[in-house]
């Protein structure tokens, strides 16, 4: 009777200790890493576009992210994806999400149907804003933005470097 008490107490004790020992992941970024927001520049100094240089799966298609400051009297965002065709045509398609300001550098983004959200931070880019580390405190995706679609190969390790210092799991990144 005794052996047994003690495996049930062995058992529940290693429950626990499993149920405790989680990582606290969801997505692609550690939620227990507190993640920062740049202070750098204005909304002005980010609008514009940006090619997606690196994102963490489930992106594979986006291309570029343009921040509009003033998109038909509001702000928002244009996620351009490629699309392709079953006979290979392919081409880059724009969808202009509604964007609401949450604080500087940071927006709750809202897909053309109203049927999805995201919120957009910016969390880190360099003193000539040419590339940033955008991401989201869920963790549901990260990206590193540049203003051109090549080069800048120190930028990027510094984006990819941020993006690593604020949880995210950057060996998750695929690079473009």
């Known amino acids: 009777m005794m052996c047994r008490h003690l495996k049930i107490l062995l058992t529940w004790v290693t429950l626990a200790f499993l149920a405790g020992c989680g990582d ?33 799966p489930g992106n594979e298609d986006l291309q570029k992210v343009s921040i509009l400051p003033d998109w038909q009297g509001m702000q928002a965002v244009e996620l351009v994806s490629r699309t392709c065709e079953s006979n290979g045509d392919c081409e880059e398609v ?41 991401g989201t405190p869920d963790g549901s995706y990260g990206w590193i933005l ?21 949880g995210y799991d950057t060996a998750q990144l695929v690079a473009r």
């Open 24 to 56: 606290g992941a969801t997505g692609y970024r550690d939620p227990n890493v507190p993640l920062s927001v740049t202070t750098r520049g204005t909304a002005g100094d980010v609008s514009g576009a940006w090619y997606v240089r690196a994102g963490t």
């Open 94 to 134: 724009g969808e202009i999400w509604k964007a609401k300001p949450l604080g500087q550098h940071r927006w709750r983004i809202q897909s053309p149907h109203g049927d999805a959200t995201r919120e957009l931070w910016v969390i880190w880019v360099d003193e000539g804003f040419r590339t940033a580390a955008i």
């Open 146 to 166: 540049d203003r051109a679609s090549n080069g800048g190969s120190d930028r990027i390790e510094a984006a990819r470097e941020i993006l690593d210092f604020n």
